[in-house]
């Protein structure tokens, strides 16, 4: 098994604060993944992407792009604007190199979750052709989202990968905590992930505040809500092949290294 470490956005400790500067840090603290964040909108241009893409593949570092938070594919009125983002978001991330796009699927509102399925799945089908008849080599990750109003469960994004291959669940471990209220049995997560076709898993990781609606914010992982100990064992226990999890802990890399402690001590070489 070969697994990714990195955090979401530039490191804490860069003295830079560019994309190429954060991409540069990662590999001097002999982390080896960083997902970029266009969450509030996508800011890089074309050039810029194909020049840090550059810096990243020269320094090792595996590249993942995640979406702007304002996407609701669910709702007729907010989907073509939706769909922009998420399509100018691939299309920086083939110029980065980064093989995957992130986001968030969107929210029920009054849709029966049969309906919104189907929203979520055409609107996945239109900017999966988008994808391949511009050529650019990206796949869509629909993340597990953290709360009950939100479509995104496993089970859900699992369905809309076995419809559409170039879709993959993208799992945040603290999502799926919150959602169920403080619980997550690691191992029949794991179990669901390695039922699908993927060979390459990507994944979030922190400690989560919440509520009995599910998620509030973000905590660093030394409060073990959820505890990375435990999916450390159970990912030793898989037999998965490649996974990458990104530190969304507000102390980002640090955390990082922290995982990778846990990660040897569970036996990770």
Known sequence: MKIYLGPAGIPITSKGTSTTDGIR???????????IEFVRGVYMSSQSAKDA????????????????????????????????????SCE???????????????FYGTLEKTKAFDFVLRACEEMNEKIAKEGWDVKLGLETTGKSSQFGT????????????NCM?????AHIFARNVGKIDFREVISKMES????????????IEYTIKGERNHI?????KPDFRELAKG???????????????????????????????????
């Not at 593949?57 to 989907?79: F, M, Q, R, T, W």
């Not at 496993?154 to 291959?165: A, F, T, V, Y």
């Not at 226990?237 to 001590?265: N, Q, R, V, Y």
């Open 25 to 35: 840090r990662i590999a001097e603290l002999h982390l080896d993944a960083m997902e």
């Open 53 to 88: 893409g550059k810096v990243a593949k020269d320094a090792g570092v595996l590249l993942s792009v995640h979406a702007p938070y304002y996407i609701n594919l669910c709702n007729p009125e907010k989907l073509e604007a939706s769909k922009k983002r998420i399509l100018d």
């Open 92 to 106: 920086r991330a083939h110029h980065l190199g980064a093989w995957i796009v992130v986001f968030h699927p969107g």
């Open 154 to 165: 496993l089970d859900e994004n699992i369905e809309i990968h076995k419809k559409i291959r």
């Open 169 to 173: 669940p993208a799992v945040d471990w």
């Open 196 to 207: 699908t076709s993927v060979n390459r898993f990507h994944t979030h990781f922190s400690g």
């Open 220 to 224: 660093t992982i030394e409060h073990r």
């Open 235 to 269: 990912l030793m226990k898989s037999g998965m092949k490649e996974i990458t999890i990104i530190s969304e802990s507000p102390i980002l890399e640090k955390d990082s290294f922290k995982m990778k402690e846990m990660l040897a001590e569970a036996g990770y070489t």
